[in-house]
Nanobody, 123 residues
Framework: QVQLVESGGGLVQAGGSLRLSCAAS????????MGWFRQAPGEEREFVAA????????YYTGSAKGRFTTSRDNAKNTVYLQLNSLKPEDTAIYYC????????????????WGQGTQVTVSS
């Protein structure tokens, strides 16, 4: 069992940055692939980024490449998502999630979810 708690969301102007954190409780955090998803009002939840168990490999959706960076600190049971050059269309609730599947990219492949943190980007 893994419990996830996101933090770091907020209101930021276009072009600004935010750093999201996701703290995990429970054992064996380092054995989970960690993913980030987001959901805007009226939209489906979409994949943003994922990071392998060791942190050596990362994966991003097209809109996130070059602007967002995910990292993890297994000693602190925490995964991060750095959001740079934010745009109004990045406005959404951002969720972190944990998966046992090595190439998890879709929501149904993730077993545990946080409650989400709101990111709002003003123009």
């Amino acid at each position: 069992q893994v419990q996830l708690v996101e933090s770091g969301g907020g209101l930021v102007q276009a072009g600004g940055s935010l750093r999201l954190s996701c703290a995990a409780s429970g054992r064996m955090f380092s054995t989970y692939v960690m993913g980030w998803f987001r959901q805007a009002p009226g939209e489906e939840r979409e994949f943003v980024a994922a990071i392998s168990t060791s942190g050596r490999n990362t994966y991003y959706t097209g809109s996130a490449k070059g602007r967002f960076t995910t990292s993890r600190d297994n000693a602190k049971n925490t995964v991060y998502l750095q959001l740079n050059s934010l745009k109004p269309e990045d406005t959404a609730i951002y969720y972190c999630a944990a998966s046992r599947r090595s190439n998890a990219r879709t929501a149904y492949e993730y077993d545990y979810w946080g409650q989400g943190t709101q990111v709002t980007v003003s123009s």
